[in-house]
């Protein structure tokens, strides 16, 4: 019988972990793909998303924008699209993606239950891509990412927050994907965008080590989907406080006041890179509805995010850019009655998505036909 | 215990395992050291420090009770008290170096740990002189111990002493809810001093000196959570010279890395999936409570069978082997054999110290079998269950486990006498694998008491997953 | 001496503890570890031993690690017997 050597065991297993740990950032596996969603379980029908670390065990879900891969693998978006299906995909912030709603009460749910087909008779399949973030050049992102799951058409919901030009540093959501921003950025000539921050991959960074935390959150995905499997829950329903009518008497837009809001360095060149990434298929972007406020200082403020100016300057800056790129737009800004937002001044409830819902739906209808 | 700490713990006992001489008094050192370091942080800040302090105080004071004049001589056990007084006054002066922030919160002036030093040392010299006269001090520190273990078990106690510690201090109490007292490691060293009074009594305990006893009781790798080792066998292998062969260094690596691998990968995963009281509210499926259950129960043994391998580990390279505490439990084919080989020795212990006095009480007695497998059962195992906190919860767990096990005795019984041949091999493997999944579903329907914050939630809980209630 | 133990308590364990008088246990057969004999009959085992050999076998020897089969609990009443 040979005689095993404990050092030479030992050095053996450090020499496998070193050279799978270098082969693993050289090759660059796309380990986000393997998924037991839509295979073992039903897949998701919105991205996880779960911040709190005491709700996991409660929601079952993990945000794990690292790895867009394992994101939407993790849902249906990624199943093989049907014969005679029309896809929509809807990106967005956290409206769309639905907060304090349940999957079939959100604009897609409601969408879906709408029952439209296309002119030529296709079935008309909405599908949730939202990540709960309102900032455009992660939805262009997610546009980038989602263009290998086959959508025949975009519904892009926005808004003035989602264009301010912050840095970098706080824009998590970029870090993982510095490579592919600045492609993007050269790509289309994204000059508002300051990429000097981004962080560069290292050699390092990509091994398994270096990647452990996303990998270990794609193994609780994983996981948490036995939960939600079993419950049908992917959201802790933690109730909210309703909106005040009543606002500050804050002029301030971020620290910006009137005549400071510089929307020509901010992010309107992404929404162009936007239409121009969705190629030929159609894009419907809609300027989605706010909290309007009628108490105090509502004269101020239309609600603890925008105050009037900030907000009218947007809106005709808006109305402007799209007539001069000759996009067609909706601007549902005032469509919904203060009383059918929930617990920020942009989620709705289910009865105000019924109405944006069958709203949006004719001219859902209209675009896709154009083809 | 983090994976740095059990890291550092297996550096340093490698280390150990090294040295030809003195290892006893490193072991000591170290394991004085990791009394202090793991003790968690407290409602009463100053605690963190006395706690600790408490459990070697208690320690060197049995251990004066129940060693031979012999081994209690200032020669034999001198560096081992230097050892303690050293690693416990390093302790202390760390508010000099200032890394109090890193392993502890604060710890005492030394002035206070002077004064208690002193105190301790009367109070010894006292105890010892009458312990020759008064021999019921022995018991009554065994009483002593039991009461101190049922007190720290009893949230409700400790709360009401939190809220008389208030009153006299004249502030007002905060909310229950914040109550944070634990005393680290108690509930097993408890068994250990309570082995070692019983069999001084029987005449059965070998002569210990200070080091090996302090050594037995708060041996680093298991004090906090087992294996509960004798002390005879302990200091048997403490005592041969260390002399570590490939072997050694193989099957204690393989246990380390096997164990590390059970508790913070598999055991962790699963408690991402185990049942709980919000998935027991959440789910309303029969077949997903089944499978959460399933879960808890490989949880809970990946997460203990996970930290006993890698306390063997650890011991095993300072060249300690303890005993073992699982073997295969959930393949077991009745409930017996599943309680020989689940936290075996906790179960040897309380056979030992329990149900074999309880059972040779009894049969003396002109009582009827029936009645006594009964009543020791239900004795042994509700104190099983109690010992791990004094609930309602814990005590059902021990009922169901007593009722269980009389259940499966009388049932064997049953079945022996009318057995008159040896079953065909084909039907002795049906009936095998059909009473490992009976004893498996059986300790898993258990662990919803163990579990589950209320027995209300475990009742809702058993409903469902008969499909009662969905 | 031990052959002669060894089939005094084989006889008396599948007669009174087992109730199988034709079960047959060998000397090195292991009882405990495989469930033949439980905790409560292990009492019984054990009061047997010290009424017909005189030697008295401790509670906390009643286990798997002290005795597990008929050969080394004959060696142990031997042990005590002299």
């Given amino acids: 019988m040979n005689e095993v050597r404990p050092g030479a065991v030992l050095i053996k297993g450090l020499v496998l972990f070193a050279l799978a740990n270098v082969a693993f950032a050289y090759f660059n596996p796309p380990v986000g793909k393997l998924s037991i969603y839509n295979w073992l379980i039903p897949g998701r029908e919105r991205v996880p998303y779960e911040r709190e670390v005491e709700y996991y065990d409660i929601s079952h879900t993990v945000p794990i924008y690292e790895d867009m891969d394992a994101m939407y693998r993790s849902t249906i978006l990624s199943r093989p699209k049907g014969e005679n299906e029309f896809r929509i995909f809807l990106i967005g912030d956290s409206s769309a993606w639905g907060f304090q709603l349940r999957p079939e009460e959100t604009l897609v749910g409601q969408l879906n239950t709408l029952n439209l087909k296309t002119c030529d008779g296709k079935q008309i399949v909405v599908y949730n891509a939202a990540f709960p973030l309102p900032y455009v050049m992660k939805d262009l992102l997610i546009m980038d990412k989602v263009r290998e799951y086959d959508p025949d058409m975009f519904l892009w919901t926005i808004t003035l927050d989602g264009f301010r030009n912050r840095t970098i540093f706080t824009d998590y959501f970029l870090d993982p994907y510095s490579t592919r921003v600045r492609e993007l950025v050269g790509e289309y000539q994204l000059a508002n965008l300051d990429i000097d921050k981004l962080a560069a991959q290292t050699f390092w960074d990509r091994t398994m080590i270096g990647q452990r935390s996303r990998l270990k959150k794609m193994f609780l995905l994983q996981l948490h989907g036995l939960g939600w499997s079993a419950t049908n829950l992917d959201y802790y329903y933690q109730g909210y406080l309703p909106l005040s009518q009543d606002q500050s008497e804050d002029e301030l837009f971020f620290g910006s006041s009137e005549g400071g809001l510089g929307l020509d360095n901010s992010l309107f060149d992404v929404l162009e890179a936007g239409y121009r990434l969705a190629g030929n298929l159609p894009v419907l972007a809609v300027n989605e509805p706010i909290f309007i406020a009628s108490g105090e200082n509502s004269d101020i403020r239309y609600n603890e995010f925008y105050p009037r100016w900030a907000y009218d300057e947007y809106q005709a800056y808006l109305e402007n850019w799209m007539s001069a790129n000759h996009h067609e737009y909706i601007d549902a800004w005032d469509f919904l009655p203060s009383s059918e937002f929930t617990d920020t001044p942009f989620h709705r409830s289910p009865a105000g998505e019924t109405a944006f819902a069958e709203y949006l739906a004719p001219q859902i209808l209209n675009l896709s036909c154009t083809k | ?470 | ?82």
């Avoid at chain 2, 499978?291 to 890698?310: A, E, K, N």
């Avoid at chain 2, 006095?357 to 020791?376: D, Q, V």
């Fill in chain 3, 1 to 82: 001496m031990s052959v002669e133990i060894t089939s005094t308590l084989a006889k008396h364990i599948a007669e009174k503890i087992i109730k199988q008088p034709s079960r047959v246990i060998t000397p090195d057969e292991p009882i405990i570890s495989s469930g033949l004999i439980d905790s409560f009959s292990l009492m019984d085992l054990a009061l047997y031993v010290e009424d017909t050999f005189g030697v008295r076998i401790d509670d906390t020897e009643l286990n798997a690690t002290s005795f597990d089969s008929l050969d080394q609990l004959a060696s142990l009443i031997q042990s005590r017997k002299a």
């Fill in chain 2, 1 to 470: 215990m983090t994976i740095v700490q059990l890291g550092i713990f297996a550096l340093v006992a490698i280390l150990i395992g090294q040295l030809k001489k003195s290892r006893e008094l490193a072991i000591l050192a170290a394991s004085v050291f990791v009394l202090f370091w793991l003790q968690p942080s407290q409602q009463f800040v100053s605690l963190v420090f006395w706690i600790p302090a408490a459990t070697i105080g208690l320690t060197i004071f049995t251990w004066l009770l129940v060693s031979t004049p012999e081994s209690r001589v200032w020669e034999v056990n001198w560096p081992s008290i230097l050892v303690i007084a050293v690693v416990v006054l390093l302790i202390d002066l760390n508010q000099f170096f200032g890394l109090e922030t890193i392993y502890m919160t604060t710890t005492p002036r030394l002035w206070m740990i002077g004064t208690g030093f002193i105190v301790y040392i009367s109070f010894l010299m006292a105890a010892t002189r009458l312990a020759d006269k008064l021999k019921f001090l022995l018991t009554a520190v065994f009483i002593g111990i039991i009461f101190l273990l049922v007190y720290l078990k009893t949230p409700f106690l400790i709360s009401k002493s939190f809220e008389l510690i208030y009153a006299l201090r004249g502030q007002e109490s905060p909310a229950e809810a914040h109550y944070i007292f634990s005393w680290l490691g108690f509930s097993y060293i408890t068994f250990r001093l309570m082995h070692t009074v019983r069999d001084f009594q029987t005449g059965r305990l070998p002569a210990l000196n200070l080091g090996e006893y302090v050594n037995y009781v708060i041996f680093f790798p298991s004090f906090t959570a087992g294996p509960i080792d004798r002390a005879e066998r302990f200091v048997q292998e403490l005592r041969t010279p260390i002399a570590l062969a490939d072997q050694d260094w193989l099957e204690a690596g393989k246990r380390f890395f096997l164990g590390m691998f059970k508790k913070f990968v598999i055991a962790d995963s699963l408690a991402l999936i185990a049942i709980n009281e919000m998935l027991v509210n959440q789910v309303h499926s029969a077949a997903w409570m089944w499978f959460f259950l399933y879960m808890y129960s490989l949880r809970i043994y990946f997460d203990f069978s996970g930290y006993t391998d890698v306390a063997i580990g650890l011991a095993r390279v300072m060249g300690v082997r303890l005993p073992e505490n699982f073997a295969s439990p959930y393949f077991k084919p009745n409930l017996t054999l599943f309680w020989n080989s689940w936290h075996m020795t906790l179960t040897q212990w309380f056979r030992a110290y329990l149900f074999n006095p309880m059972t040779r009480w009894m049969r003396t007695k002109n009582i009827s079998i029936p009645l006594i497998i009964f009543a020791t059962q239900i004795c042994t195992m509700s104190l099983i269950g109690l010992w791990h906190g004094v609930s309602w919860n814990f005590l059902l767990w021990g009922i169901w486990h007593g009722v269980g096990l009389f259940i499966q005795n009388r049932w064997s019984e049953f079945v022996r006498v009318r057995t008159t041949s040896p079953l065909p091999p084909r039907r002795q493997l049906l009936l095998n694998a059909g009473g490992i999944f009976l004893t498996f579903n059986f300790v898993s329907l258990g662990w919803l008491f163990f579990t589950l914050p209320s027995p209300q939630i475990a009742l809702l809980a058993m409903s469902k997953l008969f499909g009662i209630g969905l």
